[in-house]
């Protein structure tokens, strides 16, 4: 029987020296890696809304303005892009359309910092419509709970009620109804 030569065979151990230096490296780079993944903070769950009533206006992207107006118990004047903050509402953004967005989405956000004992209103106003009526989607939460998601119509510059809820002094809402009510030129 004759003897097997293993000088043949250095080309193996070569790539049996490579996968072995591969393989500490990846060793290496998970060992090195582990402390830095950070596991999920369980109180980012729990984030307070960034007001007690929080109302958004979506609608189609273009050169399209609808405008947010918004009143509470307790508030000289509405709140819309002429008056951004009173002493319960604050705009949040005032969406021109195209101008000054960088982004395709069209919304308007307005937040109540406080719930006081009274009627709300939420009115949308069609502001610069230059292809005629548009559907807004308005969504509005109360302490971060869903009060109201609906798709209004607008026409050109009018001005619909979305929503008129009476809240409570607990701050639960007592009522609603959607009977019109002007903001958009009024003044208390």
Known sequence: MASRKHDDDDWLWSYVDLLGVLSAALLAFVYLMLPLINEPSKAQDNIPPPGNIAVLACWQTGDID????????????????????????????????????????????????????????????????????????????????LLLSRDIEIKPKQERTVVRFTLGENGQVVSSNEVFKPLRSTVK
Request: charged share 20%; glycine share 12%.
């Open 66 to 145: 609808v405008d947010l107006w918004t009143d509470a118990p307790g508030q000289k004047a509405a709140t819309g892009y002429s008056n951004k903050s009173g002493a319960v509402w604050s705009l949040l953004r005032d969406d021109l359309g195209q101008e000054n967005d960088s982004g395709p989405s069209n919304c308007e956000s307005a937040f109540a910092r406080a719930t006081p004992a009274g009627e709300f209103v939420v009115n949308l106003h069609g502001y610069s419509l230059p292809t005629g009526p548009v559907t807004v989607h308005v969504e509005i939460a109360i302490n971060g709970r």
